[in-house]
């Protein structure tokens, strides 16, 4: 499929990779990219041979933000009929294999709010988070200010929303934003090596993982819990679990048959 905004491509026969490339606007997010990216992410979601997906930039920006330009003539009327962006922004929510973000450069608004829907983020040493909407005179319209104090606290998410400073990479694995901060030339053999690992287990337990954590974000801790036992429960109901359980006792690699 060839899509204008973004660049598509499988490593090892299983990871998805969708690059975003508008280079020139510093990957400016605008209504058909993130069109093009659904389509993308549900196409490599419905792949049975893809297991994980990675979402990357350019060297200099994940993504500098929503498009100001084309927002910057939008009314009230505009943006509330065609509830801007955010439905084509919903697709990666409903997502079932894990989605990687890795991160070089910029990633300030829009941007920062795409790497926060992915399932965790990988960054270069050259990464800065932001969400700078303010200075432009609105608030995080992608959930920046829900996930990221979730992510980094009160204190740093109201810094960084009110005063729209920059969080470098180190700073941000500190605070929990990012998982792992990687030279710049290593980022994607860092993130293509997490997601074959991650390829490399039961589909059904990877899936019913990502599930859970993302409950924690949800709902509260007695639901979380529930949710997540009955889940392992249902573990226990497939192949996987005993061919990894057999593995283990019997001192051998798993093969794992997604079933
Ligand atoms: C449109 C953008 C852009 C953006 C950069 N560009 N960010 N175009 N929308 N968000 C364009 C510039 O206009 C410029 O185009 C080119 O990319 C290079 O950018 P420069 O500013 O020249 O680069 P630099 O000096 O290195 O500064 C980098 C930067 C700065 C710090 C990232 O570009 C910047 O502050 N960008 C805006 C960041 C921002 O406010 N993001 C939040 C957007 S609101 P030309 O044609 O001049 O070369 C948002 C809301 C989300 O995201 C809500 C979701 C529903």
Redesign the pocket.
């Known amino acids: 499929m060839a899509y204008e905004f973004i660049q598509t491509r499988v490593e090892g026969d299983k990871v998805g990779i969708i690059t975003l490339n508008r280079p020139?606007?510093?990957n400016?997010?605008n209504g058909e990219l993130m069109r093009e990216m659904g389509q993308a992410l549900k196409e490599f979601d419905g792949n049975e041979a893809i297991g994980c997906m990675i979402i990357t930039g350019s060297e200099?920006?994940f993504a500098?933000?929503?498009?100001?330009?084309a927002?910057a003539t939008y009314s009230f009327a505009d943006v509330y009929r065609d509830d801007?962006?955010?439905r084509d922004?919903e697709t990666i929510r409903s997502i079932r294999k894990p989605v990687i973000a890795a991160v070089s450069g910029?990633a300030?608004?829009?941007?920062c709010?795409l790497a926060m829907m992915c399932d965790f983020i990988i960054a270069a040493d050259n990464a800065k988070f932001g969400q700078?909407?303010i200075?432009?005179g609105?608030i995080?319209?992608?959930g920046g200010t829900q996930r990221l104090p979730r992510a980094v606290g009160k204190s740093k998410a109201m810094d960084m929303c009110l005063t729209a400073r920059m969080m470098d990479a180190t700073e941000a694995e500190r605070a929990g934003l990012v998982s792992r901060v990687v030279p710049l030339d290593k980022l994607m053999d860092e993130a293509l090596g997490a997601a074959l690992i991650i390829c490399g287990f039961g589909r059904l337990a990877v899936m019913a993982a990502k599930e859970c954590v993302n409950r924690a974000f949800e709902g509260s801790l007695n639901d979380g819990v529930m949710f997540e036992r009955r889940l392992f429960h249902a573990l226990f109901a497939t192949t996987d679990q005993k061919e990894g359980m057999d593995a283990f006792v019997n001192k051998r690699a798993a093969a794992f048959k997604h079933q």
């Open positions: 020139k606007q510093l400016a997010l200099k920006a500098a933000g929503a498009d100001i330009g927002m801007y962006i955010t922004w910029f300030l608004g829009g941007g709010e700078p909407e200075k432009l609105v995080p319209g992608a």
